[in-house]
């Protein structure tokens, strides 16, 4: 099997970052590239629709090193006025679950854990919907971190 077809192999070369035409994946985990997930929120031309799909989004932000899109999508009564990434450091996302968050809710939670090479991140976040976006609101209750805490 060629290295454009096995999923499981990089296909980005060592030297010169060049992918050979494959997309790179987003760091989110759905299985598309990241322009077609996560890069379309990140560049303005969709709002994510559901608490997910907005906790993968961040998440992809934290991995790609976008703070201009953490701080839009950071419920404003609690955005930090700083936010610190570590680009390059995030390696994998899991979802755990989600409560509410749907196209129509008002609010939601979404449970995950968030992998970096310094340890990892759970956290059972809360997000609100307000005129028609969604924003991270925070955990809903003292994360678990080893290392270092970081939340997408």
Do not use: I
Not at 2 to 20: A, I, K, L, M, Y
Not at 33 to 46: E, I, K, L, N
Not at 83 to 108: I, K, Q, S
């Amino acid at each position: 099997m060629s290295d454009r077809t096995d999923p499981g192999r990089d296909r980005t070369d060592p030297v010169t970052g060049d992918t050979g035409g494959v997309p790179e994946p987003c760091p989110c985990g759905l299985p598309a590239s990241y322009d077609a997930c996560c890069g379309r929120f990140h560049r303005g031309q969709a709002s994510a629709p559901t608490a997910e799909l907005l906790m993968r989004s961040r998440y992809a932000a934290f991995a790609v090193g976008d703070a201009d899109y953490l701080r839009a999508t950071w419920d404003p009564s609690t955005r930090p006025a700083r936010v610190e990434l570590d680009p390059g450091e995030w390696t994998r996302l899991e979802v755990l679950g989600a409560t509410g968050g749907r196209l129509f809710d008002a609010a939601g939670t979404v449970a995950f854990r968030a992998h970096h090479r310094g340890g990892m991140v759970a956290e059972d976040s809360a997000f609100r919907r307000e005129g028609g976006r969604w924003y991270y609101v925070g955990p809903v209750s003292d994360p678990f971190t080893t290392r270092r805490p970081r939340r997408p």
